[in-house]
């Protein structure tokens, strides 16, 4: 009975992770039909740049956690956003009117180029942060107990702040509303007045944000990383997208929490060693069931 | 009168295939004017040339002493020119009101409440839908939220391309009757119709086309009058 506890409360905040980084994949998946390979890898930046912030904050002299997780945040976000802006600016948008296989090729190269410069500029070795935060809630149950970390708890507040953040915005904003409009007819949208390619450098801007800020919460709970996580974390991510439905953003996040609550249990109650192939055995699985995922329309080719 | 828009011998290619020949048009300030024409004479393609898709192969679109052949489209439509296009184009999963926001990209938020509260007016059936999506409307109600949300921009040239498509007559009537009402405000209009008699009736003036050519050009009661009008767009009688 713990153990199912204490993983569900474990896959919650693994799910909200991945539902963060699984909205950058449906939000460019939904206003331009492309998946965005490097996406994970941009993730991978922001690992990074959590560091790079943590170290310059305690450089200059802030040693208050409140102070520091704030800064990394900001930092991290602005600067993946810009990321994100300049990708879609150099890999995708020349290709616009080309087909779609190019597009998915430059992705690729774009995620190569990611890896390679990160372990380039930053050495291929495992780094690390320090712990910043630690103490934990229990909650005794029975036998055993149940812990959530400080870490958790925040983790879980500021993913789901940050979803709710982000459903405002595309509901109940201008540029919310430009976002949609280019998504369901690009065409249209151009007409009426909307800056198409800026719309879409937005979302590029947003999602990789998304991405940022789940990179600075994992980064800070999980201390290590290597240039090479964006690939596992990114087809993670990619199959949370998948499984609430691609091009969906309510799916993003509920695919996420669904993704990361069933990973969790198995790898409690099974086996942790197998979590993964039981995580792309889902993707298999939603593909040949139901390939428009949860909350998906089903797939129309947009002419 | 000045004139407002005008086509000098416009060319358009679809590959190979010549959609406009030397189309040369004028619309002057305040005025109706029509475009009638068979399916697949080209009139759609000439509207949505004007903002760039496709873009002309030769020729020049003057609007305003500007030519806009070569600019973006997003250029076009915040410089006072407004389409409801072919086929309606509303935002299925967005509200009326959404839709209508969406004309107020190329002059902000300002008016918007304003604009909105006279297009419930002009048109009493999308005050009752203003919070449902758009997709769940008839046909009718449609085109009449893509006619309202071209009009939320306050165009200075509005371009309506076959707004009687695929509606009953009783509707096309109302949807004639709600744009007098609009051109009477002093609006000037563009209109394409396969719909020959409605649009030269309302129309101060008309062009024929046919294979991308434009075949006669006179006043709407001239054209109606026409014999070889009544023969090709009005059934003969």
Known sequence: MDIVLQQLVNGLTLGSVYGLIAIGYTMVYGIIGMINFAHGDVYMVSAYLTAISIALLTFFGVQSFPF????????TIVITGAYGWVIERVAYRPLRNSSRLSVLISAIGMSLILQNYVQLSQGPNQQGVPTLLSGAFRFYVGDGFVQ???????????????MAVLTYIIQKTKLGR?????????KMASILGIDTDKVISSVFVIGSAMAALAGVLVTLDYGAFDFYIGFIMGIKAFTAAVLGGIGSLPGAMLGGIILGLSESLFAGLVSSDYKDVFSFSLLVLILIIRPSGLLGKPAVEKV | ????????????????????????LTVDEGEIVTMIGANGAGKSTLLMSIFGQPRISSG????????????SAHYVASHGLAQSPEGRRIFPSMSVEENLLMGTIPIGMQ?????????FELFPRLEERRNQR????????????????ALMSRPKLLLLDEPSLGLAPIIVKQIFEILKDVASTGMTIFLVEQNANHAL??????????NGEIRLTGTGAELLLNPEVREAYLGGH
């Not at chain 1, 520091?68 to 930092?75: E, R």
């Open chain 2, 111 to 119: 008016h918007a409440d304003e604009d909105m509260k006279r297009m």
């Open chain 2, 1 to 24: 009168m000045t004139t407002l828009m005008e086509f000098k011998e416009v060319d358009v290619h679809y590959g190979p295939i010549q959609a406009l020949k030397k189309v040369s």
């Open chain 1, 68 to 75: 520091i997780i704030f800064g990394a945040l900001v930092f």
């Open chain 1, 148 to 162: 959530i970390t400080y870490m958790k708890v925040m983790i879980l507040l500021i993913a789901f702040t940050g």
């Open chain 1, 178 to 186: 430009m976002c949609r409009a280019t998504q369901q007819d690009r």
């Open chain 2, 60 to 71: 020049e679109i003057i609007y305003r002493g500007e030519d806009i052949s070569q600019k």
């Open chain 2, 201 to 210: 009736k309302l129309a101060d003036r008309g062009y024929v086309m046919v």
């Open chain 2, 134 to 149: 758009a997709s769940t409307m008839s046909g009718g109600e449609q085109q009449m939220l893509a006619i309202a949300r």
